[in-house]
C-alpha cells in the first residue's frame, strides 16, 4: 500500500477535539472577522508557540485561541474546514469532541456551539459525504456541579450529540470525581468515554472503566504500567484511541519510535489511531496512520486492522459500520 492509499484507506476518527483544529490562519481570520486580538503577531508566531513542555503547556494556548470563537457562523466553519480535511484522509466518520465550559465560560451560549457545529456537520456531509456526530467533554480541572449544569443545558441537542466525555488537565483530577454526572449521562441513554493514562497513572484507567462505566478510554497509553489493567481492557474489549502525533507533541513519548502502539497490539488490545489536536500536533489522522508506519514499522495488515477497529469501536449503528466495513474489506485498487 503506498502513503496514498494509506490515505485514502476508509477509516474512522474517534479521538478529535473540534477547537484542536483551530488552524492559525483560520485563528487570524476569525479573530478579524469579530475584531478579537490574538496575543501572537501573525500566523508564524502562533506556529512557533507550538513547542509544548507537557499537557498543560498545550491547554494554555489552546484556551486562549478559543477567544476567536464566537458566533454560529464560526463555530460551523471550524467543523466544516475539519471534516473536509478530514474527509480527504479518508475519513468516513468521525466521532468528534467539543469543550462546552470553555464557551460557556467566556459567555458564548451552548446552544451557539451546538447548531454552528451542526450546521458544519452537515454542510460537510453533503459536500463530501461525510458523516459525524458529536460527544460533549466536562472540564475535569473545573467544578463539579458545572459538569452536572452543562449536561442539563445540553439536553435539547441530544439528536446530535452521542456520548459524553472528561478531559482537560488529567493529573490530579481522577475519573471518580465525576461519578454522578456519567450516572446522569448513562442515564439519558448517551454513551460514555473518558481520557485517562496520557499523563495520568494506570489508577485512572481503572477508575474510568469501574467508577464511571466508560465504553472507551481515550489515551490510555500508560496501561502498560500494569499487566493487570491490560488483562482487563483486552479481555473486555476496551478500545483505547491513540494519538501518537500528539504523545511526542506534549512529550508523554520521547519519539514516535518509541510509541507504546506495537506493544498494545502485540498485548491484544483494540487501539485506534487519531490525531487529538491535529492543528497544534502537526498532523491529521491519516498523518498519524503514515506516521506509525514510517517509525514505527506497523504493517499494512496492522494498518488495516487499526482502521476497521476504529469502526467496530464507533457509537454508529449496525447499518453505517457494516457499509464502512464493507467498503474496507471490499476490493481495492492499491491490493498488491
Ligand atoms: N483537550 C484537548 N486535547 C486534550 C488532550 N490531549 N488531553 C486532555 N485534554 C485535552
Ligand atoms: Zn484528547
Known amino acids: 500500500m503506498d502513503d496514498a492509499a494509506l ?27 469579530n475584531d ?51 474527509a480527504a484522509q479518508g475519513v468516513r ?4 469532541f467539543f469543550d462546552p465550559q470553555a464557551h460557556t465560560s467566556r459567555g458564548i451560549p451552548i446552544a451557539t456551539v451546538v447548531r454552528g457545529l451542526r450546521r458544519g456537520i ?30 442539563d443545558a445540553l439536553s435539547p441537542f441530544f439528536d446530535v450529540i452521542v456520548g459524553v466525555g472528561l ?16 450516572d ?31 465504553e472507551r478510554i481515550d ?26 502525533l500528539s504523545n511526542v507533541r506534549l512529550r508523554c513519548v520521547p519519539t514516535l519510535s518509541e510509541h507504546p502502539l506495537p506493544a498494545m497490539l502485540d498485548a491484544g488490545l483494540v487501539v485506534t489511531v487519531n490525531s487529538d489536536d491535529p492543528a497544534y500536533f502537526g498532523g491529521y489522522v491519516g498523518d498519524n496512520f503514515l506516521a506509525v508506519r514510517r517509525d514505527l514499522g506497523i504493517t499494512d495488515d496492522a494498518l488495516i486492522t487499526l482502521a476497521r ?11 453505517l459500520r457494516t457499509r464502512w466495513l464493507t467498503e474496507l474489506d471490499g476490493p481495492r485498487s492499491l491490493r498488491p
Do not use: N
Open 184 to 214: 446522569r449521562a448513562r442515564d439519558a441513554g448517551l454513551h460514555v468515554v473518558a481520557h485517562a493514562g496520557e499523563e495520568g497513572p494506570p489508577d485512572y484507567i481503572w477508575e474510568a472503566l469501574d467508577v464511571l462505566g466508560i
Open 36 to 86: 478579537v486580538t490574538l496575543p501572537y503577531a501573525d500566523v508564524a508566531s502562533l506556529r512557533r508557540a507550538q513547542a509544548f513542555t507537557d499537557l498543560q503547556d498545550f491547554l494554555d494556548l489552546y484556551y486562549a485561541c478559543m477567544a476567536v470563537l464566537r458566533t454560529e457562523d464560526d463555530f460551523a466553519d471550524l467543523a466544516a474546514a475539519y471534516l473536509t480535511k478530514a
Open 122 to 151: 452537515e454542510t460537510a456531509a453533503q459536500d463530501t459525504g461525510v458523516h459525524a456526530d458529536l460527544i460533549a467533554c466536562f472540564l475535569r480541572d473545573r467544578p463539579v456541579a458545572e459538569a452536572h449544569e452543562t449536561l
Open 309 to 319: 477497529d476504529s469502526f467496530t469501536a464507533s457509537f454508529v449503528d449496525d447499518e
Open 7 to 33: 490515505l485514502a484507506l476508509p477509516k474512522a476518527e474517534l479521538h478529535l477535539h473540534i477547537e484542536g483544529t483551530l488552524e492559525p490562519e483560520l485563528a487570524f481570520a476569525l479573530a478579524a472577522r
Open 219 to 244: 489515551h490510555g497509553i500508560r496501561c502498560l504500567e500494569s499487566p493487570a489493567l491490560v488483562r482487563r481492557l483486552s479481555s473486555d474489549r476496551i478500545p483505547l484511541t491513540t494519538c501518537p
Open 93 to 96: 466518520h468521525a466521532e468528534i
Open 167 to 182: 478531559d482537560s488537565a488529567e493529573v490530579g483530577y481522577p475519573p471518580a470525581l465525576f461519578a454522578d454526572v456519567f
